[in-house]
């Protein structure tokens, strides 16, 4: 962020600066913005949020003790409380709701950013990507190639929200050459909000499938929440689809211009990989063809056969953004995943195999993630902890039955199933001859997996799958944690 005085951030946000003698020097400036009190330092706005399990306007002390130039609250009276109980004075930037004032910070910093970027002669080019699944992945594969390019600016995990995107682009400077966003959506108008922040020059889809179906009712009510990313596009911007997926590829009439992207081959598609072959640790080597070039071979660094249509969508979002079509295929082979818990695949104590999927689930990603293990696993013992996939609505019954059929077809040998609505899987995988372990929670499957007598054998590969909220993760951080100790000892 370029350091701004509190006037403007006040101005931006449409809020109104109050306690402004409480600023700790004359002409105070903000340099960057948090959420997290902890996060505080001298020079950082503190946005109070209030949250389900803790409410910000009652940090707003902690920040004005770690140095904050000031805070950005909807709850004045409870702010002033906190400062008076931390012994501390700040200046307060009031506003209706903290939440849309951030975006409308953002939104004015990222449109002074262009303008200066354009009286410079130069540019800021804005990218995104959304999708059922593969967001994160293309995200860090899409700015590792632009970074390559120029300065960068990119989210950490999946900073993709109403409150993550805001402090995404709240990040770039008067450097900053690209920046690129991840977008995802959990009802309608929740990408529309995004763009309207940050308004694209390239916009990647990646597949419309299952996820958050409960918020959108149908395959199609997703697909028409996808399309807004392409709706966001400025009259001169890009859409980069996913030709091997029908609703993503019918998104190009709302383009003003369009490059597709094929796993499969096909040949009508500007970007895509023909020779497909998986190595015996799941990384696909394939003939790379982009527009302006011959085509030439590429081998991933990140694993699993999905993760070629992932790196397709970067490859054309870097090439979309105006980065040079062979620098990109010189450094697609080269990126490799940046965020937690997305196929990342280590070898641990007890010679086990842990293949941590276990950010989030819908059956799509599923499907692949049992694909690869199928692949990784080899002459191993296949065990799966699938924990319960969230926000599925009706789909949910049948989608945790087709889990269960996935674990068999995989040559599962045990699958353990954490939470209530993981119990369809179980059912159906015992009925094809899995053996299925039940758990009623996390905490449940951390204990039996600890148990002298724990259900994990020497040898194993081990994929650990599932929704965010249903603790996935912490089981997969678990496992590697005791067995890493193990196999450092």
Do not use: C
């Not at 949020?49 to 707003?60: K, P, W």
């Not at 409150?163 to 995802?184: K, S, W």
């Amino acid at each position: 962020m370029i350091d701004r005085p509190l006037t403007e951030v006040a101005a931006l946000t449409g809020g109104t600066l109050v306690d402004a003698e409480a600023v700790p020097a004359p002409g105070a400036t903000v340099s960057a913005v948090v959420t997290d009190s902890r996060r505080a330092a001298p020079g950082t706005l503190f946005v109070a949020l209030a949250g389900e399990r803790t409410d910000g306007h009652a940090h707003v002390g902690t920040a004005a003790v770690a140095g904050a130039a000031a805070a950005l609250v909807s709850d004045v009276d409870a702010a002033r409380a906190a400062l008076a109980d931390a012994g501390a004075r700040l200046p307060l930037i009031a506003v209706p709701d903290t939440v849309t004032a951030l975006g409308a910070l953002a939104r004015g910093h990222l449109a002074d950013l262009r303008h200066r970027a354009v009286q410079r002669g130069q540019a800021l080019t804005v990218v995104a990507v959304t999708g059922s699944v593969g967001k994160t992945t293309t995200k860090d594969l899409t700015r590792q190639l632009l970074a390559a390019q120029g300065p960068t600016v990119a989210p950490v995990a999946s900073f993709n929200n109403e409150i993550g995107l805001p402090l995404t682009v709240l990040e770039a400077d008067a450097d900053t050459r690209y920046l690129v966003l991840e977008m995802g959506a959990s009802g309608p108008g929740h990408i529309t909000y995004l763009t309207d922040i940050a308004p694209l020059d390239a916009a990647a889809v990646l597949m419309v499938g299952h996820a958050h179906m409960e918020g959108f009712g149908s395959i199609d009510g997703v697909a028409r929440a996808k399309a807004e990313i392409v709706r966001g596009l400025l009259p001169t911007g890009t859409a980069v689809l996913n030709h091997d997926d029908a609703r993503a590829a019918a998104m190009a009439e709302l383009a003003p211009a369009v490059l597709t992207f094929s796993a499969a081959g096909a040949p009508e598609a500007d970007i895509r990989a023909t020779a497909v072959e998986l190595d015996a640790d799941a990384h696909a080597g394939f003939e790379l063809h982009l527009p302006g070039i011959a085509p030439r071979r590429v081998r991933l660094a990140v694993p699993g056969a999905h993760n070629v249509a992932n790196a397709l969508a970067a490859a054309g979002l870097a090439v979309a953004a105006g980065a040079d079509p062979a620098a990109v295929a010189a450094g697609l082979g080269a990126a490799r995943l940046e965020s937690p818990h997305r196929m990342d695949v280590n070898h641990l104590g007890r010679d086990v195999l842990l293949i941590d999927d276990a950010y989030n689930a819908n059956i799509d990603s599923m499907t692949a993630a049992f694909d690869s293990l199928a692949t990784l696993a080899g002459g191993r013992r296949r065990v799966a902890i699938i924990s319960e996939m969230l926000e599925l609505g009706a789909a949910s019954v049948a989608d945790h039955v087709r889990t269960g059929q996935l674990a068999a077809h995989a040559g599962v040998g045990l699958l353990i199933t954490v939470g209530a609505g993981a119990a369809p899987a179980a059912v159906s995988a015992r009925a094809a001859g899995v053996t299925v372990l039940e758990m009623p929670d996390a905490d449940a499957a951390q204990a039996a997996l600890d148990a002298p007598d724990g259900p994990l054998r020497d040898g194993d590969a081990v994929l650990v799958k599932g929704s965010n909220g249903s603790g996935a993760w912490r089981l997969a951080d678990h496992l590697r944690d005791s067995l890493k100790e193990m196999h450092a000892q």
